[in-house]
């Protein structure tokens, strides 16, 4: 059993309520903060070396020292929980079943930021989270932990819960800030970062759940233990919600750095794959990651152990390597199609664009477009290249990373599983079926690709 | 079901205006208009779950903006319907990790059970299938959206089960 941090008193009977989770230690880092210095809790952050989780993994302490407090004005910090990367379903599972420990973490990381207005934006569809959301703030300001001068410290804190209502794109932080303002979700241009203009034009810092819920434990134990948990520059523990072709699909806490081999085939997590087929491929950490191949999957090119950490993921770069991203661990089969599913994530993220750059707005329908027809049997030879060439052509040239994660599921699965591509080109009265490779694996019927050349 | 006539009819009650002002509350006195999300789901969750320009209009009033501010809004996030939806509409998750667990055919399945095409509306106005991207369900694959809640680890058996709950008004879309 690895370190659990987030998730050590899930199966606590009655942890949801406020009663149960106070019982168990709960909001005691509140109380230990209010007697430190603000700083000095962002100083634990730093020296625990946690990084972002929802997917950026940029260092969450440096983040918040970014944090305007020379200028006076209302500073700001906002909650992600706009979760949505497909594959993705961790913050939901931790604010419905321990949701009292997202808000001891929104108390006292508002205290270090000295924020005294802060907001969980949760996705739409999430409603009932929601509800559960504000049913345990109620029962937090009953409590006299939020509110004016909480707990006699002086300290003012009013705590909300706001909801989206269904755009990937709010998941960025300045569309998240956008919707938070009741407009569309359109990413803003940065400069300037949000912890100098972002909410109302305020020094605002957002944080993804993961990350807020793990700063009681660091307050509590301090950075410096957090940072003996996990591998190197992967501090912590990371939630990982794992599906797909799975026997066990569910959300895990582990301690970063143990193999993706024990991830994936160890009974305490994933259990192996379903029906014991054979691992096609995997997408490590959400849709926007490269995915990878099975020889790829276990070892990296160099031939060592793959760990379930940022580094040993992204090892090899995208040639050979992915990323931990979100954590979202999506595993596929032999029965699996890539250029079906390669189709499935170009029309999410066409769907999901918001608009403001031509680039992604035009060239994520491109992609859409060109891999429905070559799913569908009416794809050209050239067309493989095309589909290069658009996403090499949105990466990079956009104000928010949706281009970048619209482009490399295409790149990486034609990097990959190229002869899949020119399978689907050259022999399309065998995939009629949607379910072709159901009825015949890409395994039996390769040879037919390798002995034609064009 | 013909719906390009269909008109609006708009009560603002007291419930749900105290509701609405506990949401405005949230926000700074000079930033009323933040609470456009959290009160278009409100007010739509009140009126047959949709909203006529009209109703929007009455959102506009209410957080006083302008009624393009909330049209620009509305037409932008998935979740707010701007035409007539069926009374339970089935949103399926048919992205990636849904469709690796066979909603694909299930979605076949509840098209023909139902007699309509995707996003067609049953001719009693009661059922409706659509598909829907990602709603982070996916260890719990497949899965619908009815309402404020999901519906996870779906068989033909347990939508067929799903279907008559529906009919005998045993199911609860808004928690209010």
């Not at chain 2, 058996?157 to 279907?163: A, M, P, Q, W």
């Amino acid at each position: 059993m690895g370190k659990k941090i987030l998730l050590d008193k899930i199966n606590i009977p009655g942890i949801k309520t406020y009663e149960v989770y106070r019982e168990n230690g709960g909001y005691k880092s509140v109380e230990k903060a209010l007697t430190m210095q603000p700083d000095d809790i962002t100083d634990e952050v730093k020296a625990s070396g946690l990084r972002g989780r929802g997917g950026a993994g940029f260092p969450m302490g440096m983040k918040w020292s970014f944090i305007d407090k020379k200028s006076g004005n209302p500073r700001y910090l906002v909650c992600n929980a706009d979760e949505s990367e497909p594959g993705t379903f961790k913050d939901r599972y931790l604010m419905e079943y321990i949701p009292h420990l997202l808000i001891e973490g929104m108390i006292t990381s508002s205290f270090a930021l000295g924020a005294n207005l802060s907001y969980i934006y949760i996705r739409g569809e999430y409603m009932w989270i929601y509800k559960i959301l504000e049913k345990a703030i109620k029962e937090a300001y009953a409590a006299g932990w939020l509110g004016k001068n909480i707990k006699g410290s002086g300290y003012d804190l009013e705590l909300y819960v706001h909801v989206g209502a269904g755009a990937y794109i709010c998941g960025e932080e300045t569309a998240l800030l956008e919707s938070l303002e009741g407009k569309r979700g359109n990413p803003r241009i940065k400069p300037p970062f949000p912890a100098i203009s972002g909410l109302w034009a305020n020094p605002t810092v957002v944080n993804n759940v993961e990350s807020i819920a793990a700063v009681p434990w660091i307050v509590m134990n301090s950075g410096a233990e957090y940072a003996k948990i996990g591998l190197e520059r992967s501090t912590g523990t990371k939630l990982i919600s794992a599906s797909g072709h799975i026997k066990n699909p569910g959300v895990y806490e582990i301690e970063m750095g143990i193999t993706v081999e024990e991830f994936m085939n160890s009974d305490e997590y994933c259990g192996g794959m379903i029906d014991d087929r054979p691992l096609k491929a995997l997408v490590p950490g959400g849709s926007s990651v490269p995915i990878l191949p099975a020889h790829l999957i276990y070892k990296t090119a160099a031939g060592t152990d793959r760990l379930m950490t940022y580094e040993s993921l992204s090892d090899g770069g995208f040639v050979s390597g992915s990323m931990l991203g979100s954590g979202g661990f999506i595993v596929y089969n032999d029965t699996t199609c890539i250029v079906r599913n390669t189709w499935n994530f170009s029309r999410f993220y066409h769907h999901e664009s918001c608009g403001q750059c031509t680039p992604c707005r035009e060239g994520t329908g491109w992609l859409e477009k060109i891999l429905w027809r070559i799913e569908n049997g009416q794809g050209r030879e050239e067309d493989i290249d095309l589909l290069w060439n658009i996403q090499s052509k949105i990466e990079g040239n956009t104000i928010c990373p949706l281009g970048d994660a619209a482009s490399w599921p295409v790149a990486a699965a034609i990097r990959h599983f190229r002869e899949e591509f020119e399978y689907h080109v050259r022999f399309p009265e065998k995939i009629k079926d949607r379910n072709h490779f159901v009825i015949e694996p890409f395994s039996k019927v390769q040879h037919l690709v390798s002995k034609q050349t064009v | 079901m013909e719906i390009s006539n269909i008109k609006q009819e708009i009560h603002i009650t007291e419930a749900l205006m105290t509701r609405i002002n506990e949401l405005i509350s949230h926000y700074p006195a000079d930033k009323k208009k933040s609470a456009l999300l959290p009160v278009l789901h409100e007010v739509q969750d009140a009126h047959d779950n949709w909203l006529s320009v009209e109703l929007q209009q009455k959102v506009a009033e209410i957080l006083e903006i302008l009624p393009i501010e909330v049209y620009e809004v509305v037409t932008f996030y998935t979740m707010f319907n701007t035409k007539p939806i069926a009374k339970y509409m089935f949103e399926f998750c048919r992205t990636s990790c849904c469709a690796t667990r066979g909603v694909e055919d299930l979605m076949d399945y509840a098209c023909s059970k139902l007699g309509v095409k995707e996003g067609e509306i049953t001719s009693d106005g009661l059922f409706q299938v659509v598909g829907v991207e990602c709603l982070g369900a996916c260890g719990y694959a497949p899965m619908l959206q009815l309402g404020d809640f999901y519906h996870e680890k779906l068989s033909k058996e347990s939508f067929d089960t799903l279907i008559e709950d529906c009919k005998a008004e045993k199911i609860t879309l808004h928690d209010k």
